[in-house]
């Protein structure tokens, strides 16, 4: 019976194929080979999704500040981010965010250190609930060691704005690494050799799609160890850690149509149009770790034309220090000093319990932060001090 079912199943094979012309099966060939060279074939990979949600449940003590007290919860951050493999030594990224503004792309980018500081620094002004555009780019390789990335993205700068929401020590980014957390278009290069990691990218700048562009150029070195891309202890990398990196951005632009502060700090409320100007910004920042304990610097150096208030050098920087004392706890304290017309400061205390390292964690923050009267007599005109509590949490997928 096997036999007369394989004679049988034999007979019918060959007499189907023979049915195929030779232009039959050219065309098959070429449609194989085809498909052996779609990228899908070739070193690719599916789509691979992460992405995080951090969220808080938050007490705000105004003050003096002439604000208001809050409780209440909202989500600080929330991102999707998708990427992979397209073959032939080609990838490819993209990134929603849907509630930190501050890493979003923006067709007019324009650095915060332009406009006037919070009068309150506890509140929560790095969260607008607005959704929209991070990554949108693709990179590939050219020579040996060097990679180009086209498209949307975030320059390489201080750690604090490059690293994800969800790995962060505290619940919010430091000030600075909120300031330098969003994206621009352009492409880059970008590279390392033994402990040197470094970018160099044209992205539109300040005034968008218009004729001038923006330039930076970033080095970081490993003097010890290797970087981790978390902050604080837990997570780091075994032993000492010490990387110190340094950028320097230029950004020249043709129109600027923001309120600026006039020469004696007080606020002038005329849109200037047309203004040409030229922005340097370097920054520095300092990052180790050492079993338990880990501990950064960073500050940014603004020149005249990017300061805010009267044409001065403003030179703002934040400072911190964390203690892991086992893999489920670690403490951390963090100071930032804006150095703007208000002589605004803060300071953070918190405490992380660590569920599944970063990637679930509860977080205890407290905030406290001051600055000057606002100038031109308007409320409030004394020294304004809040500040805010919050439990929060954050998962990473």
């Known amino acids: 019976m096997n036999k007369i079912l394989i004679t049988a199943l034999a007979t019918t094979v060959v007499g189907t194929t023979s049915f195929a012309t030779d232009s039959e099966w050219l065309e098959l060939d070429r449609e194989v080979a085809a498909w052996n060279n779609a990228p ?8 691979n999704v992460s992405g995080y949600i951090v969220g808080a449940l938050s007490s705000t003590d105004a003050g003096n500040t002439g604000g208001v007290d809050t409780t209440g919860t909202d989500v600080r951050a929330a991102a999707v981010n998708i990427g992979g493999t397209l073959g032939h030594g080609y990838e490819f990224a993209l990134g ?43 990179k590939f390789g050219i020579g040996e060691g060097v990679g180009v990335k086209m498209g949307i993205f975030g320059t390489n700068t201080l750690k604090s704005a490059g690293i994800a929401r969800n790995h962060t020590l505290f619940i919010d980014r430091s000030y600075l690494g909120s ?19 470094w970018e160099i990218a044209v992205i539109n700048g300040r005034d968008g799609s218009a004729e001038e562009l923006a330039y930076s150029a970033h080095l970081d070195i490993d003097l010890y160890g290797k970087q981790s891309g978390v902050e604080g202890a837990l997570g780091a990398a ?7 990196g340094v950028t320097f951005m230029t950004d020249n632009s043709k129109t600027d149509n923001r309120d600026d502060f006039a020469d004696d700090a007080t606020l002038n409320n005329s849109v200037v149009d047309g203004q040409d100007r030229d922005d340097t910004t370097t920054m520095f920042d300092l990052n180790l770790t050492s079993g338990a304990w880990g501990a950064f610097a960073e500050m940014v150096s603004f020149d005249n034309d990017h300061s805010a208030f009267g044409g001065e050098t403003s030179s703002p920087y934040s400072a911190g220090i964390s203690y892991a004392w086992s893999e489920m706890y670690e403490i951390g ?21 660590y569920i599944s390292g970063h990637d679930l964690k509860w977080q205890l923050n407290f905030i406290g932060g001051s600055s000057d009267p606002i100038p031109g007599g308007t409320s409030p005109t004394t020294e304004n001090d809040s500040s805010a509590v919050l439990l929060g949490f954050a998962a990473g997928f």
Do not use: C, H, K
């Open 238 to 244: 075994e032993g000492l850690a010490v990387n110190l």
């Open 333 to 353: 304290f963090r100071y930032d000093d804006y150095d703007d017309a208000y002589n605004t400061a803060r300071y953070v205390v918190g405490v992380n319990r």
């Open 40 to 47: 899908i074939f070739q070193d690719s990979t599916g789509p």
């Open 96 to 138: 929603f965010e849907f509630f930190d503004s501050t890493a979003l792309y923006n067709t007019t980018t324009v650095s915060a250190a332009d406009g006037a500081s919070t009068v309150d620094p506890t509140s929560s002004s790095f969260s607008s609930g607005n959704a929209g555009l991070t990554d949108a780019y693709i």
């Open 179 to 197: 300031m330098f957390a969003g994206r621009d278009a352009g492409f880059a290069f970008d590279g390392s050799f033994n402990r040197v990691n």
